[in-house]
């Protein structure tokens, strides 16, 4: 075993590649694909696996907020890149960088277009992005007279595309309401249709939605946790490969007596002696208190070593009484074997959760 010497985030650009293919697959060919890279492409690399799917001829890109966008453009990325959630205090940022803003609501399209006036835009391209469920952002059914009354008043922007975002396509035992926020959505493409000279195109589904709805790929799909490796099932889960592993080694063996107690409020109080290993990553990598007393392990040498006491903001302390290993040796805590999907699960989290608290703190190591 290649021992590691630090805390570092592992990123497998073939196991990338890997689920990218195989989403793909999955699509007819004229359907294009968006990866979904915010938070730092879900606490991996954004700029690397953006510059390796753009190699990949991907469609589109997706972040939540302007700045990830402009990050992008600073490494050179050139594919059109969507930007989810902007803030209109960033629509400068967003039109000298080409950037695509969601419109999500009337107040937001109107400072947009009065954005793109300013810098003297001609058919600056938006998405307009439609609520059918998640009540979370997006336009209305009823809102699409105001949409074209002031779409027709401007030359500054035009439409690129419609898309929604589905609340529940990894839940398979009840598909009525994803069934409904299909046909919501097609019932409002086809009201603006009914008012635009020209017809952008359409998105709904995201990774589970790709996988449980093929009938509504529409024109292109978004997938972000697909490409990370998971498919929030484990059928999905065989055909993927999660690309980031997060590893480090041992700082150092103790020998907890019986009785004595360890790390911060004495959280743990050994019932008998205990041998532990201190691992140098805390909850300011990203291991939240949450996996601390028992919840969260780490693995050592193909065993399962448990988080003793709270977790510290630099360190964890695990339990390798009945585990062979030294100082120097590495810790596992998540790789493509032993999933963040698992990990995240001791504390009802899930793998999206437990990939973007990574923080920046730690070093990614990129593997070609
Ligand atoms: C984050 C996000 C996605 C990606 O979802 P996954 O489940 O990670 O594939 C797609 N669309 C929107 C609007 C999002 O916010």
């Known amino acids: ?207 589970s939605g790709i996988i449980n709805y093929p009938e509504a790929h529409f024109d292109m799909v978004r997938s972000g946790i697909g490409l990370n490796g998971y498919g929030n099932d484990p059928e999905v889960n065989k055909h993927l490969k999660p690309i980031a592993a997060l590893k480090t080694n041992i700082s150092q063996i103790h020998h907890i007596k019986k009785g004595k107690s360890l790390g911060y409020n004495r959280a743990f109080i050994a019932q008998e002696d205990t041998r532990t290993a201190t691992l140098p990553l805390g909850h300011a990598d990203g291991i939240k208190r949450q996996y601390g007393n028992k919840k969260g392990f780490v693995t050592i040498n193909n065993q399962k070593a448990f988080i003793l006491g709270n977790v510290c903001m630099d360190m964890i302390m695990v339990d390798v009484t009945n585990i062979k290993c030294k100082e120097g040796d590495q810790a596992i805590i998540f790789d493509d074997k032993h999933t963040a999907e698992d990990l995240a699960g001791q504390v009802n989290s899930i793998s999206y959760e437990l990939l973007t608290a990574v923080s920046q703190r730690v070093k990614r190591v990129i593997r070609r």
């Open 1 to 207: 075993m290649d021992n590691v010497q630090e805390t570092i985030l592992e990123i497998d650009l073939k196991a990338l590649k890997h689920n990218f293919k195989h989403l793909k697959s999955r699509l007819h060919n004229n359907t294009k694909f968006l990866a979904v890279v915010k938070a730092f492409a879900y606490g991996s690399d954004a700029a690397e696996v953006a510059k390796y799917l753009e190699q990949l001829n991907i469609d589109y890109f997706a972040v939540a907020y302007t700045y990830e966008g402009v990050a992008l453009r600073d490494a050179g990325i050139t594919t059109p890149i969507l930007v989810l959630h902007p803030q209109p205090v960033s629509f400068d940022d967003i039109i000298k960088r080409c950037l695509e803003p969601s419109i999500y609501s009337q107040r937001v399209l109107d400072l947009f277009i009065a954005s793109a006036e300013i810098h003297k835009q001609h058919n600056y391209p938006v998405h307009l992005k439609f609520n059918t469920g998640l009540n979370r952002l997006g336009f209305g059914q009823k809102d699409i007279p105001k949409i074209a009354e002031a779409l027709s008043k401007t030359e500054a922007i035009k439409v690129t595309s419609l898309f929604s975002h589905l609340a529940e396509s990894e839940v398979l035992d009840d598909t009525d309401f994803t069934k409904s926020q299909i046909e919501s959505f097609t019932k409002i493409y086809k009201d603006v249709y009914a008012t635009l000279s020209y017809k952008p195109f359409l998105h709904i589904c995201n990774t």
